[in-house]
């Protein structure tokens, strides 16, 4: 959107940009086609209060049920004093909302909560300024509060006030803000601002859209990853009445006006692959990524190895697209967490400038890392170019656990020692594939020696909750209870006495307080895990309580308590049910959760073969929000799931004297 | 069909869950897997949780079917869609309305279900984003009232 155009989609009343330079530069700002850019790059959001008194705010982020929605409504209340219901938000339209990288690594929190509220405490100063300029009043006289401003028996609300107005102002990002323990709404639990939308099944996610005329497609896939087409022969597909196929090289996919129909033709079409020949299964992996290893591997003798699983995201909503070209422009629906990322890979796909090509995200059912790219997207759009209607894309379970990416499978190396008094005093650490987030112990150990290897991974991978952070406290957190047992310190003991860092003490002893540790009775077959750590801006402490079937070795996790950390608490009910979510996911990476692979196929890509957490999985969940008033925000939908993973194996040791040095655990 | 009658012209083969989608636009029953595993797509037969994916639309014919946009009146929540809210249980909120269904069917045959009874009248429903404890709190916050309130 061009800036002299805000008008004229707005209407009158007032306008805050603002002004990002910090974020523009460490993001790079938006790849543009060449053309003038249409806004400032540098602009992390916009607000505008119309002469309705509405208030809307333009954010690049996306709704993926981690409450952005919620939490950046929040914002907006604390500094303009307006009812939520006021508040609309705009978020991820490519056409509408300011650049943004997209929504992961918990930025949302961190970045865009404080640039909002930046954004609306310039717009409350507006607002002063006005009744100011219209009453002709002292500012000090001035009270603002639900909505409306008032000075005396004067009083006017906020549309009021902006009626007329065609004022812009441009605020930079380092304006300060009122501290935490200052806040009136933010801190507190503000319900989910469109949980009844949610409750009455009116919100429409992208599997849901439609247009008229709109085709519903399939896309034929080769039996292995990689495979070539060498023949295809569809006309049993062309010749069912209402079927289009669209054939573009490798490319092969079929439209209907109904989805069975599609479904049928696409199982008619009848195609030979030139057979792959896999590097490595689910099993041989593991050897293949340190054969792999792009710097080599590691040097060091007597390192004790672990393995952990790919694994699936599953989002419940399976990525979907609706495209639509008119007039040379191509419009998607998708549920994406990266809009501006999945416009450049249309742009790139199709050769044309950005303004022909808008990405719209309706809050999306799920992502979890799992949708950063635009591969519905991008068949979507090219099967309504080639057909000229509108069509729809939404795959099916197997298709999203086959053809999206999977959180990397990785091996882990890892070796240490300690003085009799428990210090550690060597520590080696080598991470192959999975990745090198929360690679770096947060304990206090001189000299250790961290590294990730680069490797070649069979299966596509990506972005995952937490990503290789889960892997990585899995490890040295299990290590860290076998070097404990090595001197025969309680696990406990032994990471007090290790952590220098204050926060992650304060987060250990809490955990352990709300969990019993000290008290904890040992029984047959039960066993007590603890396990902490450190990212992205977050503290995490988690204990578990595990029973161990002496029969079937079956675990099953009876309690966890998990202590958080992250600075101040924006919300702290969307908190606890981000904290609760991130322990039952983690739960099925824990236990159960692997992808099974070999000979360039999946063999377990429905959810009758791959299992995910359910409610008799789930054990009493007790979680201890650590508010620091004094701290910035962290973001929180990630950080809480690196721990329970270590946790449970920590107890599975403590139950049965059984070390498993691997993830899923009871593979 | 949510309180009246509904005629639709269409091959009786085809999934009561695409059938409801695509041709009477009613979307709050979701895909989710296709085959049974996720419940996302339940919808009331006769009051009974049933999964339309896996049922023919050809089946239900002259049956009572309750869809989430049918559950409450407009404008108005059914009890255990407030009681979802109260206990904030969702966060994408994809397999929510199934859930839903799934509670208020359970609470009509069991209007008293304990923990246990609560797991495995909801263990077929999957709910990714782990809202689990909460839903078991919305539950049992209307056990007692048969889901009535």
Redesign the interface.
Known sequence: MKRRDFFALLGGGIVVLLDDEIYAQETGGPRRGGDAPAVPLEIGAWLHIGETGVVTVYTGKVE????ARTSLTQAVVEELHVPPESVEMVMGDTDLTPFDMGTFGSMTTPRMWPQIRRAAAAAREMLLDLAVRKWSVERTTLTIADGRVSAGDRSASFGELAHGEKWTRTIPASVPLAAAADWKVAGK?L??VN??A????????S??L?RPGML?AKVLYPPQFGAKLISLDASAAEAMPGVKVVHEGDFVAVAAP???KAATAVAALKAQWKPVTAAADYRTVFQYFKQTAQDGAAKAKNLTPYTIAYIAH?????RAALAEWEGGKLTVWTGTQRPFGVRSELVQRFGIPEERVRVIVP????G?GGKHNGDAALEAARIAKALGKPVKR?W??EEEMTWAYFRPGGLIEVAGKTAPDGTITEWEFHNYNSGASGLHSPYHIPGKKEQFHWSESPLRQGSYRGLAATANHFVRESYMDELAENVKLDPLAFRLKNAKDQRLCDVIVAAAEKFGWKARQKTAGRGFGIAAGFEKGGYVATCAEVAVDPKTGAVKVLRAVVAFECGAVVNP??LR??V??????GLGGALFEEIQFGEGKIFNN???KYR?????D?PV?ESVLLDRKDLVSAGAGETPIVGIAPAIGNAIFDAIGTRIRRLPLMA | MNGGPRGVDV?A???LL?VL??DL???????????G??A?CTVLVNGVATKSCLTKVGAVEGKRIV???GL?PEGK?HPV??A??DA?A????????GM?LGAVALLGRNPNPNDAE???G??G????????????RAIRALAGNGGRA
């Open positions: 993926v049920g981690q409450n639990s319900p989910k949980g009844r949610i409750v009455t099944g009116a919100h429409k996610y599997w849901d439609k519903h109904e989805v069975e599953v989002p419940l909503e399976p809050d999306t059912g799920s979890y939404n099916t379970r009910e969307h049910n981000q609760e979510g991130a322990i039952v996911m429905r959810l009758a995910v957490p359910r409610f008799a789930v969940i | 091959d083969d085809r999934t695409s989608r695509d636009n009613l979307t709050g029953a979701k895909f989710g897997c296709g085959e595993q996720c996302a869809t989430i946009e409450a929540l869609q407030q979802f809210l904030d969702m966060q994408c909120g994809y397999c929510i309305p839903i609560i797991v495995i909801m263990n429903h999957i709910c990714r984003c782990g809202t689990y404890p909460r839903v078991m």
